[in-house]
């Protein structure tokens, strides 16, 4: 795929996103919750996790259009774990996607509620309940499938279980396979089951399976090294968020732990480990999520 | 069923639930999360929600063992509602099932992360993933239905949402209907979807999936204005939780917008509605779900 094709992709993919979020995510839900709620995810980010379930369906032959509810599902667990991570008692930022965070804007109480409902509402996207408005239905094997993947990657052995080691590594002088760790739980696993949902909507075969988990393995990490590099060299500006905040934190990073350079030179290696892997999946158009990894490993924001 | 052979049914349930908890809830999280988790949940509650789980499993011939996945999923995202209630941000409560709240134990953060832990793992539970220890698989169909009614119970069209009513309603004069609505989403939908998760793992037919629904809404509804009357007449010390904290709250509830007479009256209404309901099930022995309902009106903690 040429970078003009990708990025046509890409923008299509991502106002599809948005239009599946604005029909998705309530407005009328009662008492402010369904403002909140709108406020935390539409307009902003960079559907990173959305694009990756849409090209690994894409990639495995899987419908688009099914795809779609793994898609929104992924972004929601992945706004409310922001939501939640930038309250007081967490990171304490005022500052998201350019925007005052949803707990300045809405208040905590109202914050941590719109974060809990989005989280129940990736999981209600993805067993479309009778009588919910759906475009589609998906197979009860898939559904099962994706609550699944999704969950694992979400949970204490996941997600929330990253951001427990995050809370406990503050000050800390942590190793870089401690480091890692924490990394491909707290923001790689998530990274990683996007890709895979894709490929479960597409019925992958045993070895596109496999690598494709290694796809996502590498590009998990890779995208949180990024992450370390950007906060410890750009300006809030940029990024939409508050930057050297980890610093500031006293929170190990790649940067700290192993060096500009160094860190570099790692999320270029993933990037190399995340192209082999693609090609040997056995799949005959992998370009999309090649594009996917490079910008990832390139961005600037 | 005579009252002691329930009796006897209970303590086995809830014994049951308790050591599933105890194999499920993962000591083993990362950073002091699993140990939250685990103080969240465990040893204490009065498990109804399992229970009614299981009755209606047991009423409608569904194997009881099936059942208690999502007997203990619903747990999970009733006791992670207390946690992220029991917050300062929400309502700011030192003390729940006689001991100090998981925030005072663990700190804010931590507290957060586990009641957001619990929330994903409910949904891992029901979906058994690949490589999870599994006493059972529940077929897809089961999982994606269990998963639909527990999601649509939980989030922004049930208790997030009634939690949001709450919190809005805060000195403020609601109607009787206002606050029926209120306490049907906060309360009432986790409890009915308890009872529907209990149906499904028993197939019901139409007539006992509507009859058992109209018991579950009579039930949920009935069982939120006994704790109103619970709040306002008895001790800490019996509840295991504070005391007249809606009334310090100016929190609207049934005895403040009714009066306590009139809101015995209600709950009692409701508890014959649900007996009625039961009775018209077609089921052939809804003795458990009938004690469960006469346990849930005459309480007194």
């Known amino acids: 795929m040429k970078a003009a094709a990708f990025e046509g992709w890409k923008q299509q993919a991502q ?24 406020y935390g995810v539409l307009d902003g980010g960079k559907r990173v996790r959305p694009l990756l379930v849409l090209a690994a369906a894409r990639a495995t032959g899987g419908d688009e259009l099914a795809a779609m509810r793994p898609a929104v599902a992924v972004e929601l667990i ?41 989280h129940t509402l990736a999981f209600e996207l993805l067993t479309a309940p009778p009588g919910h408005e759906a475009d589609f239905e998906l197979s009860p094997r898939l559904s099962a499938l994706l609550c699944a993947l999704l969950a694992r990657a979400a949970g204490h052995a996941g997600m929330a279980g990253g951001q427990a080691i995050d809370l406990a590594s503050v000050g800390k002088a942590l190793s870089h396979a401690q480091l890692r760790d924490m ?10 089951a996007s890709v895979m949902m894709g490929a479960a909507c597409g019925q992958a075969d045993a070895r596109a399976w496999r690598a494709l988990g290694e796809y996502g393995d590498a590009i998990g990490l890779a995208f949180q090294i990024v992450d370390d590099i950007l906060d410890a060299t750009q300006e809030s500006a940029t990024l939409g ?22 860190a570099r030179r790692q999320a270029d290696e993933l990037h190399a480990q995340a192209q082999a892997a693609l090609a040997r999946s056995g799949l005959s158009d992998v370009s999309t999520l090649a594009r996917l990894a490079e910008r990832i490993v390139e961005r600037e924001s």
């Open 183 to 192: 990394h491909r739980r707290k923001t790689g696993a998530l990274l990683q």
């Open 78 to 118: 992945h706004a409310y774990s922001l939501i939640h991570d930038d309250m007081p008692c967490m990171d304490n930022d005022v500052l998201r996607r350019g925007k005052p965070t949803v707990h300045v804007r809405f208040g905590q109480a109202q914050a941590m509620l719109a974060g809990d409902a989005m």
């Open 15 to 38: 106002a599809a996103v948005e239009a599946a979020l604005q029909a998705w995510v309530p407005g009328a839900a009662p008492a402010g919750l369904g403002e909140a709620m709108r």
């Open 241 to 262: 968020k508050t930057a050297g905040k980890d610093l500031d934190c006293n929170k190990p990073t790649y940067v700290t732990v192993l060096g500009l350079d160094a």
